[in-house]
């Protein structure tokens, strides 16, 4: 029978190789952003780039058809063609799963290979069936067979080079990417090309039914319809793949310093030794251990002599500078199973939990006393200090941290009273010291009775305006005897014995009425911040006694912003969101303090309904000096605008901090830069200057 023979249109020919090459590109991208994905995501993904993908491939062999001149025109079945259409889609998909697995073994390549190769010939000879030539299209035998092996050649091919470059996808070059896509691309063409030539048209075919479609509506769709979507799904592969090393980049900074807060929180910011949280943890082992065996262990409080007189005459610089020194010197005279912990201004305390005997423990506290009574020398000034310690022993002088540290306290005091650098073992007889203890105790109760109480504020500024947008109230106690006293001194006794309760209701509704009086003389949007400690936090009349004062002074809950610390709010995160949620319920607006020097979970942090972040005073002290503390206050900014909150630095001193600041983009600051706490008719003359200040540069500038 003789046949009919036909010719290429070249132009269609290179648009259907090009729409090959593109598909291949696609398809090394779209294994990339599957491999990386799960879930929901990774689906979707998977259906998308199965539908491009398929599209793309579909797109070629139709285009490559529709090059093929034939003497008679040639329509084509639309349920047929829909078919083959749905074939390519489902090939592309199973090949985009395989490919998006593990690395295949040579055995599962061959075998997905030719499945996948059989499903694109399948596609190809649906295609062709499509054709409505008015007669039965006949197939070389050979050229049939071996455009089905080349179809799965290019398959096994195909996915081994997808699934290698999915495994180097973060060394493999563009440019590899693009050879690859070549070398896919020509190999389905190639396939789809042999056959075409395998294909055998009749001549005498009949002509075409009346309403058989034509194929001039097909060219020019096809080809731009399925460019679109490559385009489309590679545009998305593209952008999905930077968010994602963006994303990627992101959490590894906020990984970075979530390790880094963990250490500030148990590690003294100073000297970098552990701090009393982590000493605690320490003593405890030990205590455990010396359960099993029966042994004991002191633990040595130690304190430097004459250091104030030090820190007042050379500066809190060579303070600093003394105190990272002594910590240096004893690190460096302890065993690497001993513990050195700072737990506050010039106090240091010492865990040795190898040693037992008193006559080895003495001659140790002798030998770490002449560690650091060495002179050293500070600014090139020659300084000499000597140290006092306390000693207490484990079980005798107390079952449990609290106890022993009390304890070697109570001797490092009886070690000071006989002179500087003595050395005392706990005795019961210093608990006489104690009776001072229940004095200070019984004065604070009085003086809650009996308000003698002040409050100091300390104004927060804006970086960008340098207005003063709220205060923080800061709590003095003018003790009869002992004149003004700094929070320090009375609030970790008023929290031991609960009395933070009864005070602190106090200085919430003292707070209030200075904030009205404020008002009343022109400031009626100043907002005034309270500190809540832990135990006011977990009381249960906190949400009365915050209204209570609300309504009896007449302030507005906007005007009102409450201070709480990020470690306790860690203790219990679930109960702590409900009570921030009820505060905020009543327009009352919430603050962390002191951010960084506890250890937060982030995936708590968002969820809190917060609205201020203050970043601690540790951060922000040597923030010019030290690069790694301004990357942790650069990301802590960062994180708390992503969580739409205004972020405070507190302790700002100097211009320096400010410029550094204002850079990162911080929104408000709080430190000596501005001003000391003041009492309030201070701070009212402050907030009246400031506003004629602003008064008097609008009108320069109006004139």
């Given amino acids: 029978m003789s046949h009919m023979n036909g010719s290429y249109d070249l132009r269609l020919v290179a648009l259907s190789v090009f729409i090959s090459v593109i598909a291949s590109y ?36 139709f285009i490559g058809m529709l090059a093929y001149q034939m003497p008679v025109p040639v329509g084509y079945d639309v349920r047929i063609t829909l078919l083959s259409l749905l074939i390519a889609i489902v090939i592309s998909g199973f090949a985009l799963f395989m490919a998006s697995g593990s690395r295949m073994v040579l055995r599962n390549l061959i075998l997905a290979g030719t499945v996948m190769g059989t499903g694109i010939a399948s596609m190809h000879y649906t295609g062709m069936m499509a054709m409505e030539t008015g007669s039965s299209i006949r197939y070389d035998p050979f050229l049939f067979v071996l455009s089905i092996l080349i179809a799965v050649l290019a398959s096994v091919a195909a996915l081994r080079m997808v699934s290698t470059l999915r495994v180097k996808e973060q060394d493999a070059h563009v440019k590899v990417k693009v050879l690859s896509a070549l070398v896919m691309g020509f190999a389905i063409a190639g396939m789809h090309y042999t056959g075409m030539a395998a294909a055998v048209f009749p001549s005498g075919m009949a002509r075409l039914p009346p309403n058989a479609p034509g194929s001039s509506w097909l060219a020019g769709t096809i080809g731009l319809s399925s460019f679109m979507i490559l385009t489309i799904a590679l545009i998305l592969s593209l952008v999905d793949s930077h968010l994602a090393s963006r994303t990627a980049g992101l959490v590894g900074s906020l990984k970075a310093a979530n390790e880094k807060l963990h250490y500030l929180a148990l590690h003294d ?46 500066g809190h610089h060579a303070g600093d500078r003394l105190l990272q020194e002594v910590a240096r010197r004893l690190s460096s005279a302890l065993n690497p199973d001993d513990t050195v912990s700072r737990i506050g201004g010039d106090e240091f305390v010492i865990l040795l939990p190898n040693e037992g005997d008193p006559r080895t423990v003495h001659e140790k506290a002798r030998t770490i006393r002449d560690a650091v009574s060495r002179t050293l020398e500070i600014d090139g000034q020659p300084v000499t200090v000597s140290a006092s310690i306390g000693i207490s022993v484990y079980p005798h002088d107390g079952p449990d941290f609290r106890t022993l540290l009390v304890n070697a306290d109570s001797a490092m005091y009886h070690a000071k009273s006989k002179g500087a650098g003595n050395i005392q073992f706990y005795s019961a007889e210093m608990n006489e010291s104690n009776s001072l203890r229940i004095e200070m105790e019984n004065d604070l109760r009085r003086a809650i009775q009996n308000e003698e109480f002040t ?15 709220s205060v923080e109230a800061l709590v003095r106690w003018n003790h009869p005897d002992r004149g003004v006293l700094l929070p320090e001194l009375f609030i970790p006794l008023a929290e031991e014995t609960g009395l933070i309760i009864p005070l602190g209701k106090w200085i919430i509704g003292q707070a209030c009425q200075d904030a009205v009086a404020w008002q009343t003389e022109g400031f009626p949007s100043l907002r005034v911040a309270v500190n809540l400690s832990a135990l006011q936090f977990v009381n249960q009349n906190l949400m009365e006694e915050i209204l209570s004062a609300l309504d009896l002074s007449g302030l507005a809950p906007e005007c009102l912003e409450l201070e709480i610390t990020e470690s306790f709010l860690m203790r219990d995160p679930e109960g702590a969101m409900r009570t921030l949620s009820d505060i905020r319920k009543k327009g009352v607006s919430i603050a962390i303090d002191d951010f960084g020097t506890g250890y937060s979970s982030f995936s708590y942090l968002k969820k809190f309904p917060l609205d201020h972040l203050k970043i601690d005073r540790s951060f922000i002290t040597d923030i010019c000096h030290n690069s790694h503390d301004a990357a942790i206050v650069r990301t802590i900014v960062t994180l708390g605008h992503s969580l739409n909150l205004k972020v405070i630095a507190e302790g700002v001193e100097n211009a320096g901090q400010i410029d550094m600041l204002t850079a990162m983009g911080c929104d408000a600051y709080q430190g000596f830069f501005k001003t000391r706490p003041l009492p309030p008719q201070e701070m009212a003359e402050i907030l009246k200057k400031e506003r004629m200040t602003t008064k008097n540069a609008v009108d320069s500038e109006i004139d």
């Avoid at 943890?281 to 250091?307: C, E, N, Y």
């Avoid at 409050?455 to 947008?469: A, N």
């Fill in 455 to 469: 409050l100091y504020y300390q104004p927060k500024v804006m970086l960008k305006t340098g207005v003063v947008e």
């Fill in 269 to 314: 910011g100073l000297t970098k030794l552990p701090n009393r949280t982590l000493l605690e943890d320490r003593v405890d082992q030990a205590i455990r251990h010396a359960g099993t065996t029966r042994a004991s262990f002191p633990l040595l409080f130690l304190d430097i002599d004459r250091f104030k007189p030090v820190n007042d005459a050379l």
């Fill in 26 to 61: 696609t398809a090394f991208s779209l294994s990339g952003r599957i491999t990386r994905t799960s879930g929901k995501t990774r689906f979707l993904w998977l259906a998308g780039g199965s539908f491009s993908m398929g599209t793309g491939i579909w797109s070629m062999h």
